[in-house]
C-alpha cells in the first residue's frame, strides 16, 4: 500500500499555523480520495501543542492516518494520550537529535524538552509500549526501534498481553 509521511514544519508550522492546518487538510482528503495512508511525523518538542492543533481536527474527517510520537520528550505521554483518546493510530519512536535539543535549550538557557539520559528514554518508550498494547483494541500501535533491546522488550509484552499478530506491528 502506497504511504507518505509529512513534516507539518514544512507546511509551514513554525512560521503560519493556520497554513499548516490548512495544508495538512487538503493532504489528508486527497491521500483518502487516492487510498493513500498518510503519516505524520513528530518534529521537536517545541511543535507538540501545535501538532495536536494541527492533528486532532482530522480525525472528524474518518479515514485513518498515523501520527508519530517520541518518547524522547517530557510531554510525550500527554501527546500519546490525546492522540490515542480520538482513536488516531500511532508509530512509537524514541526520537532523533536528543543531543541537539540539549545543547539548543542549554545555549538559551530554556528547560531541556527530553530525558538527558537515553536510559529515561528507553524506559518512557517501553512504558508507553506497554500503555498501547494494552488499549490495541481500542488503538492502533505501531513501535520502531533499532534497539535490539526494545525489540525483544515489546515483543516479550505482546506475547505476555496476548496480542494477536495483526494488531502488532
Known amino acids: 500500500r502506497l504511504a507518505i509521511s509529512v513534516k507539518l514544519s514544512q507546511l509551514g508550522l513554525k512560521f ?3 497554513l499548516a492546518r490548512r495544508m ?8 483518502l480520495d487516492r487510498g493513500i495512508e498518510l503519516e505524520i511525523d513528530i518534529e521537536g518538542p517545541e511543535t507538540i501543542e501545535d501538532t495536536l492543533a494541527c492533528v486532532l ?16 520528550q517530557l510531554k510525550s505521554e500527554k501527546f500519546l494520550v490525546a ?15 536528543h543531543d541537539l535539543e540539549i545543547l539548543w535549550a542549554l545555549r538559551h538557557g530554556w528547560p531541556v524538552p527530553v530525558y538527558r539520559d537515553q536510559r529515561q528514554t528507553d524506559a518512557n518508550y517501553e512504558a508507553m509500549a506497554v500503555k498501547l498494547m494494552t488499549h490495541h483494541a481500542l488503538v492502533d500501535g505501531n513501535y520502531a526501534t533499532h ?3 526494545t525489540i525483544v522488550y515489546c515483543l516479550c509484552a505482546k506475547q505476555h498481553l496476548k496480542i494477536p499478530d495483526e494488531r502488532f506491528a
Do not use: H
Open 83 to 97: 492522540i490515542a483518546r480520538r482513536g488516531i493510530k500511532i508509530r512509537l519512536v524514541k526520537g532523533a537529535y
Open 147 to 149: 534497539n535490539l533491546r
Open 16 to 18: 503560519d499555523k493556520k
Open 57 to 72: 481536527p482530522l480525525a472528524r474527517f474518518g479515514g485513518e492516518f498515523r501520527q508519530a510520537v517520541a518518547s524522547n
Open 24 to 31: 495538512i487538510l487538503k493532504i489528508y482528503k486527497d491521500c
